[in-house]
């Protein structure tokens, strides 16, 4: 079992680029997350999702845009890179409940020159 | 809102002692609180969950305690080992918000022979 995997690792874009990350988890998790990790900012919620077909904005959504067509994957898009983006992406799933737990993926580190 | 606050300073300990991480929440009194772990480059990984209703809880070499007059989650490592050297995530429910976390920004654990 893998559990959540995004793609790509790394990434080097240039700004005004349009730019997709993914997400894709096999546990049949309910909601979905993607956060952004800043060197003293600690980890920030950009969208998430409690189910399929269904979105919504967490703390830091501007320039960030998801969709959730299944169960699976949660892709975060942005639409024109710019270099206040640079940071460390993470993705992760919950199953649903009140007192959730949340699966970390692994991380994407994009920077935006 | 609800704002999560840990020390940004990293803790040297020596080996075999007891590590002792601080998590103060600003205002109500979250239903619960969860404890992640996290190694450089890699995402957070769960560690415990504590309840409002609960002052305790253990598992293994692991404790968390909850004083809601204090507002404070308090994190021990018990005969600490270089191999728990991590950052250390806080992270409470947002209220009204689901299953969505607020975290805090990590304290950094290092464990010296």
């Known amino acids: 079992i893998a559990g959540i995997t995004q793609a790509p690792t790394s990434q080097i874009l240039a700004a005004g680029r349009r730019m997709t990350l993914r997400c894709t988890q096999d546990m049949r998790h309910n909601a979905m997350y993607w956060y952004r990790q800043d060197l003293g900012l600690g980890l920030r919620l950009i969208h998430y999702s409690n189910t399929a077909g269904t979105t919504g904005k967490g703390e830091v959504p501007d320039g960030y845009s998801v969709s959730r067509a299944n169960t699976d994957d949660f892709p975060l898009t942005l639409a024109s890179a710019v270099p206040s983006q640079t940071s460390v992406y993470f993705c992760a799933s919950s199953v649903g409940l009140e007192t959730d737990t949340q699966y970390f993926g692994p991380g994407t580190r994009l920077t935006v020159l | 809102s609800q704002k999560i606050e840990q020390n940004s300073e990293a803790l040297n300990i020596q080996e075999g002692k007891t590590a002792t991480l601080t998590c103060n929440y600003t205002?109500?009194?979250?239903?619960?609180l969860q404890w992640y772990r996290q190694d450089p480059g890699r995402g957070p990984v769960f560690l415990l969950l504590i309840r409002e209703n609960e002052k305790e809880k253990r598992k293994e070499r692991l404790k968390v305690t909850f004083d809601t007059t204090l507002k404070q989650s308090l994190f021990h490592i018990t005969a600490s080992q270089p191999a728990d050297s991590a950052t250390y995530l806080c992270?409470?429910?947002?209220?009204?918000?689901?299953?969505?976390?607020?975290f805090g920004t990590g304290t950094q654990l290092k464990v010296e022979l």
């Open positions: 992270a409470c429910r947002v209220t009204g918000g689901g299953n969505k976390l607020t």
């Open positions: 205002n109500y009194s979250p239903a619960y």
